[in-house]
């Protein structure tokens, strides 16, 4: 059930979390929220390609409902630091929608397993 062009979506989407710490200022609020959403963000592909790896429909949709979990905790950062003005709204936009993409396919994928295991 590999899908390359996911794969190569959720890497694109840990670069530009990447580039969007690097961009954040330096201050004490802008790290701490920005190193939150850094951990999760990057770790969306990295779980959806243990996933491909996964030993049993259970195992695969447990892995893919983590990259869902951090997928949801990036939308929670990415809204504080809009909330908080720590970031160009606009420019936060982006990413913001890019989160919620990759939100609806991940559940589309996990709610399509579990109904053919069942």
């Not at 694109?12 to 580039?19: M, T, Y």
């Not at 969007?20 to 963000?41: I, M, N, S």
């Not at 504080?80 to 559940?107: C, G």
Request: include cysteine; charge should be neutral; glycine fraction near 4%.
């Amino acid at each position: 059930m590999v899908n390359e062009d996911l794969r190569v979506r959720t890497k694109d989407f840990a670069i530009r979390i990447v580039r969007l710490f690097a961009a954040l200022p330096k201050t004490t609020e802008a790290q701490v929220l920005g190193k939150q959403v850094l951990r999760c963000g990057t770790s969306v592909g990295a779980q959806y390609r243990e996933a491909q790896h996964a030993k049993s429909d259970a195992d695969f949709i447990s892995k893919i409902e983590g990259s869902l979990q951090e997928l949801e905790e990036t939308a929670y950062w990415l809204e504080l630091i809009d909330v908080l003005n720590i970031f160009n709204s606009e420019k936060l936009q982006p990413i913001r929608q890019e989160t919620k993409e990759l939100i609806a396919i991940f559940v589309t994928i996990a709610k399509k397993v579990k109904e053919l295991k069942n």
